[in-house]
C-alpha cells in the first residue's frame, strides 16, 4: 500500500474531500516504518517447518517446531519491516486559519519547499498533502 500523495485509492476517486489550504513552515525527513505482521508470518511458518524436520521423535519435533516458529517469527518481523520500510516526509504546515499540524506521508515526485503554499486534502481520517499551483 502506498502513502504518497499522488497515489489515490480506487475508493476514494469521485468522492467529495475537504480542501485545506496552508503554507510550509518546516521539512524533515522521516523513515515509515515496514509491515513487521507480513514478516512474522512468513518467519513463523517457515521456523516452524524447519523445526519440525530437526528429528523424527514426536515430541521433541513439536517442541521444535514451536521454537522454529517463534524464531522465525520474530527473525521475519524483523525483515518484513527492513525491506517494507519508506521514505518519508514530514511537513509542517499553517493552515489559513493560523493553525499548525504535521502530516507524514511517503516521499513522492512532489518537491517541496520552505514557504510554498499547498493544499492538504482529507478524506476518511487521512490527509495527503500536493502543491497548490
Do not use: C, H, W
Not at 23 to 45: C, F, M, P, S, Y
Not at 88 to 95: D, F
Request: glycine content about 12%; overall charge negative.
Amino acid at each position: 500500500m502506498s502513502l504518497a500523495p499522488d497515489v489515490v485509492k480506487r475508493e476514494d476517486a469521485q468522492k467529495q474531500q475537504y480542501v485545506v489550504i496552508g503554507v510550509i513552515e518546516d521539512i524533515n525527513e522521516v523513515i515509515i516504518e515496514g509491515d513487521r505482521e507480513a514478516g512474522a508470518i512468513a518467519g513463523g511458518l517457515i521456523g516452524g517447518a524447519a523445526g519440525k524436520s530437526v528429528t523424527d521423535s514426536e515430541p521433541e519435533s513439536d517442541i521444535a517446531t514451536v521454537i522454529g516458529g517463534l524464531v522465525g517469527s520474530a527473525v521475519g518481523a524483523e525483515l518484513g519491516s527492513n525491506f517494507t520500510q519508506k521514505e518519508g516526509i514530514e511537513l509542517l504546515i499553517r493552515t489559513e486559519t493560523g493553525r499548525l499540524i504535521s502530516i507524514i506521508q511517503e516521499v513522492s515526485n512532489y518537491d517541496f519547499v520552505l514557504n510554498q503554499k499547498v493544499r492538504i486534502i482529507k478524506r476518511n481520517g487521512k490527509s495527503r498533502v500536493i502543491p497548490f499551483n
